[in-house]
């Protein structure tokens, strides 16, 4: 077993890192295997958070004008999983959980190869970095956005999900100053000449956050037919947490044919094809426990696309360094029908020409994973591993990256077919922070390997598949929904025969689809829109459910609304909420005894309390019978019954300090009465909150939630937080402000540097700037529209802010200054006076700086 003093004698190590010009040396070869330019380093957008990076590359779009295509990259951010995709077949940074400042994707990229007349062609952005797959020029090959939430602004009734990014982009430039020369071949591309028409797929919802679908239809649109077609995705990961200036590089990757079926599923192990990576340990350090820096979380590519008769699926992973000893990858022996490929440069894994990535997309292979390198697999039909030392480190965790591949497919001129592949995310993947130090051994791997967990990433999986294509719908209507198990259900027969019970009826539950791609998620009911109305120490919330609670579920065809949930907190991460109040109707699970099987089973996701009473009269009381032990025996029938509550049962809406109707007496038949926004009155509801600090912020949010499908296996679905929240100060709300005429307020003032603003919360609440560049003077009481000059006691303009909220959200209000002056250099201790003007009049101060 290799102990930690041994793994620092290796190649890469975290224990030790090297210093100086070795340190520098070492990082670049780490950037540039990951298949990063090392121009892109110098690029502002590298590195840095979502939030701060640009969702275009200004350096190419500013020639548009000059015939350029319009590149172009947009986040996904309505889910778990940030992840930017591009109108030129890359996909970048994924930020996972979102907002967390953990990355782990340096790069990924679409490679198409296939043979042309007499050409072997790949079209990618290949390790030269020559991008040869572009969209169209100007405003024609952006990106388009659409939505299916109605109060989104890219809503569209054609939307697939939360977040759809459509794009179409081609492989048939050849201007020398836009697809450059491949280094490697010296001569210029040569194109394929095809089209990608890209759909990317994202949602909110809880079973759905953790995945991306990406779904690409591919056309020949040249004039000679493509042969013998592979389709590949490279993809590079880097695990790290961005305040980790230099991240190790040690992942390990591997590839996964099965994974075992959630609990309560009707197989037990389903089908994939699936490339991983993770870090190798999970930690970013030495030290013994998790940080919150430690990448604990696995990301894999997941084939959707059925691979069809004639097809295969190859896997292959491989070091990137430079030099030719630690460039290696699997690969199959030699044989007399298929002869061993040197390729450029002399490496055993990096494919560098056309040839050389089109041998490896299509040449039969599944690699096994890198964790397994120092076993020998040789009886398996590879070479032998490199020297031992190398191998240990290999597979111990180093810097690699993966191609995954299906094909052959043969494309005629005007010919398409469709590809079809998902990003999936896995929490916890690492469980404990000593298991690589106690379990790894580079020649008995299985131990350690078992140590992880997969269970997260197979639930995200079969949701991804289930997504992609649903159970049990007809979509082609030939009379095929999919594979099935039977199971038992309770049917409501009250609304017909008042004197029956309930009906206990077995249905199927189906597990795969048609084969047909359907791309529907079932969905919550639609989140409300929140208004903000701030005041000093206090925020009202209100929001209509009109939309929430008539809106059938797409998926199911059902009203399934159940109820709602306020949530607050103090920064825009999901973990960073805290349940305020809910509000759900009176509703019960309900659980019927099996007298064959002699065991208990869900039958009912929602059993309304007030059908109960009707059945077996007004004083039934369904808390009385809330397990196994405290059952109701339905001696008109015989059957036996348990209940529990769907949620909280939180019916009353007239308490004034919890969720309640702002118009209690709106009658719900009266179509006409109305708010002024035209929402119907009796769908009105608000909440206050109060005894809040009026000097920091507060994110709100009210969630909806639905009851679930019991048919399909799915309990409660709720919207994000993250779908509506609003960011405001418990301050006078900008109306106020200008109505009243209130006095500008700055705080804090004296700001003492020595009073740790950011330990208690009040600065970089997320950790994720250095100190001098976080710090904060607040502007409260503004007017809507504002200018704010900051001067030295001399009279010398230090920096001037533009406050400018014409339409009056709820931070209207307020501005902030980081303290830093128009000339970028951070301001030193003094007195200095404040000026704000607007039309309401000039305001002056003074503010005190103590550093």
């Keep these: 077993m290799i102990s930690g003093r041994r793994r620092a004698s290796g190649l890469f190590s975290k224990t030790f890192p090297c210093i100086g010009i070795c340190f520098l040396v070492v990082f670049l070869m780490l950037i540039a295997s990951n298949g990063i330019c090392i121009a892109e380093l110098l690029k502002p957008g590298f590195?840095?958070?979502?939030?701060?990076?640009?969702?275009?590359?200004p350096e190419r779009n500013e020639k548009n004008a000059d015939g350029f295509p319009y590149f172009e990259s947009m986040l996904h951010d309505v889910n778990n999983l940030g992840m930017q995709v591009s109108n030129s077949g890359r996909y970048t940074t994924a930020e996972f959980p979102r907002n967390s400042e953990f990355q782990y994707l340096s790069g990924c990229q679409l490679w198409i190869g296939g043979i042309r007349g007499r050409d072997t062609l790949v079209s990618a952005r290949g390790f030269a970095s020559v991008l040869e797959f572009s969209p169209d020029q100007g405003e024609s090959g952006a990106i388009i956005r659409r939505s299916l939430l109605r109060h989104s602004d890219d809503y569209h009734k054609d939307a697939i999900s939360e977040q759809d990014f459509i794009c179409t982009f081609t492989d048939t430039l050849t201007d020398a100053?836009?697809?450059?020369?491949?280094?490697?071949?010296?001569?210029?591309?040569?194109?394929?000449?095809?089209?990608?028409?890209?759909?990317?797929?994202?949602?909110?919802?809880?079973?759905?956050e953790d995945f991306i679908i990406v779904d690409c239809q591919i056309s020949n649109i040249g004039s000679m037919p493509i042969k013998d077609m592979y389709i590949a995705l490279w993809v590079g990961g880097l695990p790290r947490h961005t305040s980790v200036s230099v991240p190790t590089g040690l992942i390990n990757?591997?590839?996964?044919?099965?994974?075992?079926?959630?609990?309560?599923?009707?197989?037990?192990?389903?089908?994939?094809?699936?490339?991983?990576?993770?870090?190798?340990?999970?930690?970013?350090?030495?030290?013994q426990e998790w940080e919150y820096t430690s990448p604990r979380s696995v990301i894999a590519v997941q084939i959707l696309s059925p691979l069809g008769r004639g097809k295969r699926c190859n896997f292959n992973w491989f070091s990137g360094q430079i030099d030719p000893k630690y460039n290696w990858g699997p690969r199959r022996a030699p044989t007399d029908d298929d002869p061993f490929r040197e390729f450029a440069y002399h490496y055993m894994g990096t494919p560098l020409t056309d040839k050389d990535m089109y041998y490896m997309m299509s040449h039969p292979e599944v690699d096994y994973d890198q964790m397994f390198t120092a076993i020998g697999h040789?009886?398996?039909?590879?070479?032998?591993p490199p020297e031992p030392r190398f191998a240990a480190e290999l597979a111990g965790g180093?810097?690699?990256?993966?191609?995954?591949?299906?094909?052959?497919?043969?494309?005629?001129?005007?010919?398409?077919?469709?590809?079809?592949?998902?990003?999936?995310?896995?929490?916890?993947?690492?469980?404990n922070p000593w298991d690589y130090r106690n379990y790894f051994d580079p020649y008995h791997p299985q131990l350690y390997y078992d140590k992880l967990d997969f269970s997260d990433l197979a639930r995200n999986s079969q949701w991804a598949r289930a997504v992609y294509d649903n159970p049990g719908i007809d979509t082609d209507d030939d009379g095929y929904s999919g594979e099935f198990c039977w199971i038992y259900t309770w049917r409501d027969t009250t609304d017909y025969d008042p004197s029956d019970s309930f009906v206990v009826d077995s249905i199927r539950q189906y597990y795969t689809g048609d084969s047909i791609p359907d791309f529907k998620a079932m969905m919550p009911p639609p989140p409300p829109e929140v208004r903000v109305y701030p005041d000093?120490?206090?925020?009202?919330?209100?929001?209509?459910?009109?939309?929430?609670?008539?809106?059938?579920?797409?998926?199911?065809?059902?009203?399934?609304?159940?109820?709602y949930r306020v949530y607050y907190g103090q920064g825009d991460r999901l973990s960073d909420f805290v349940l305020l109040a809910s509000y759900d109707i009176d509703d019960y699970i309900v659980y019927h005894f099996d007298t064959d099987l002699r065991l208990w089973r869900k039958i009912s996701n929602s059993a309304r309390h007030d059908s109960l009473k009707q059945v077996h009269g007004n004083d039934f009381d369904a808390d009385e019978y809330y397990d196994q032990f405290h059952y109701f025996h339905d001696y008109k029938t015989g059957e036996i019954y348990y209940f529990t509550r769907q949620d909280w049962n939180q019916s009353d809406l007239s308490n004034q300090l919890g969720i309640h109707k702002v118009y209690p007496n709106a009658s719900p038949d009266d179509l006409t009465d109305i708010t002024e926004e035209g929402w119907r009155r009796c769908y009105e509801y608000e909440y206050i909150i109060d005894n809040l600090e009026p000097s920091i912020p507060y994110w709100f949010a009210v969630t909806a939630f639905d009851y679930g499908s019991f048919q399909y296996g799915i309990g409660q679905l709720e919207t994000s937080p993250l779908t509506n929240m609003v960011k405001a100060y418990a301050l006078p709300a900008v109306d106020t402000v200008e109505h009243r005429g209130l006095e500008v307020t700055v705080y804090p003032n004296p700001y003492r540097i020595t009073d740790r603003y950011a330990r208690a919360g009040y600065e970089n609440r997320d950790r994720t700037k250095a100190a001098a560049w976080s710090r904060r003077i607040h502007f409260a009481n503004l007017p809507k529209i504002c200018t704010i000059r900051i001067y030295t006691v001399a009279g010398d303009l230090v920096r001037e802010i533009k406050h400018y909220c014409p339409e009056g959200d709820p931070d209207a209000q307020h501005e902030e200054w980081n303290m830093v002056s128009r000339n970028t250099q951070a301001i030193v201790t003094g007195i200095y006076i404040w000026h704000v003007r607007s039309e309401m009049g000039d305001q002056i101060g003074k503010l005190v700086i103590i550093k």
């Design 47 to 57: 590195g840095k958070p979502l939030d701060s990076v640009s969702i275009s590359d």
């Design 177 to 208: 100053a836009i697809i450059h020369e491949n280094q490697f071949e010296n001569r210029p591309h040569i194109p394929l000449h095809l089209s990608v028409h890209q759909n990317s797929y994202a949602w909110g919802i809880p079973y759905a």
């Design 378 to 384: 040789t009886d398996e039909g590879f070479l032998p």
């Design 398 to 431: 180093f810097n690699t990256t993966y191609l995954l591949s299906i094909g052959p497919y043969s494309l005629d001129p005007g010919d398409s077919i469709p590809f079809t592949f998902a990003f999936i995310a896995g929490e916890n993947f690492h469980v």
């Design 536 to 563: 000093y120490g206090k925020i009202t919330l209100r929001w209509n459910g009109q939309e929430s609670e008539t809106t059938p579920d797409f998926f199911s065809g059902v009203v399934d609304f159940e109820g």
């Design 253 to 287: 990757t591997g590839f996964l044919s099965t994974l075992e079926s959630p609990p309560g599923s009707c197989q037990p192990v389903d089908s994939v094809i699936m490339a991983w990576f993770a870090d190798n340990d999970g930690k970013s350090n030495i030290y």
